[in-house]
């Protein structure tokens, strides 16, 4: 049995976090499997979003710190292996959404939440609960908690070690969205709908602009956008979307579309398709 189950279809990758009997605690041979299917999305131009999940009624309860038998000489090599995981994940270029159900504990949330999209079902909890098992914040969580929800509710979140529930980490700003249980694989998979029809370099463009944004001046961020434009305009899904808007407007009976980058769009989507 697979520690992380791996589906692929229509655009999607899906990876599944698989011991349900330890609630997908993170073992070293469950990191090594997503290692291994982190590198595989990275390199397949032909997935246009992720999904992380978990097997069963919980998404992680965070690493497995039960025992086995030693994966590294000491434990700083671990975690630096440990962080490269996480890397790969946050570098991946595509959208990815974390479905979470359940318990998402320590570095299993902080996996959930370094996803771009979290969407949660309404029996998901959350907790930062290293302190509770003498160790600290790991997994990005004192990059990422912070630029999520401020300084102070980082503190709160990672010095108390509390369970919060999904409605609370919605209101914290920790998940997208939190669904009904029975809904939860529905709502994302028509996000996922959403991600995978959109235009792949326009996505991926838009992301990592976002990513960067947050350690560059207003005047870097804009520079790195006309750039990016640059790149979206001689794209062949650029064009594409030219002759769209073009079909559209004249089926209306509208003028057609002034050619070329000086094409000017219905910003407010009424007209679209």
């Known amino acids: 049995m697979s520690e992380v189950e791996w589906r692929q279809a229509d655009g999607c990758a899906r990876l599944v976090l698989n011991r349900p009997e330890r609630k997908n605690a993170i073992d070293t041979a469950t990191w090594s499997q997503l290692q291994e299917r982190l590198a595989a999305v990275a390199n397949d131009p032909d997935v246009r ?36 995981v996480i890397l790969a994940l946050h ?7 974390a479905q979470v159900d359940g318990v998402a504990f ?20 959350f907790s930062e609960i290293f302190v509770k098992r003498a160790l600290s914040v790991d997994g990005g969580g004192s990059w990422i908690l912070p630029r999520l929800v401020g300084v102070r509710r980082a503190k709160l979140l990672c010095l108390l070690a509390e369970t919060i529930s999904a409605e609370e980490a919605l209101d914290f700003g920790l998940v997208t969205k939190v669904v009904p ?9 028509h996000l996922v709908e ?22 560059l001046t ?7 956008e006309a750039r990016a434009q640059a790149i979206n305009v001689a794209s062949d899904d650029f064009a594409e979307a030219v002759a769209g808007f073009r079909s559209a407007t004249a089926s209306n009976g509208e003028a057609s579309a002034t050619a070329g980058a000086n094409t000017t769009f219905d910003v407010t989507g009424e007209n679209d398709g």
Do not use: Y
Not at 181 to 189: G, I, P, R
């Open 49 to 84: 979003a992720l999904v992380i999940t978990g097997a069963g009624a919980n998404f992680s309860a965070g690493a497995d710190i039960s025992g086995g038998a030693p994966s590294h000489r000491t434990q700083l090599e671990r975690m630096e292996w440990f962080n490269q």
């Open 91 to 97: 570098r991946l270029p595509i959208p990815t959404v």
């Open 218 to 224: 207003l005047e870097q961020a804009m520079q790195n």
């Open 181 to 189: 249980s029975f809904d939860l694989e529905t709502e994302v998979e």
């Open 194 to 215: 959403r991600l995978v029809a959109s235009p792949r370099l326009a996505l991926v463009q838009t992301k990592r602009l976002i990513d960067e944004a947050m350690s």
């Open 106 to 125: 320590g570095v299993g949330m902080n996996l959930a939440i370094g996803c771009d999209f979290v969407i949660a079902s309404d029996r998901a909890r």
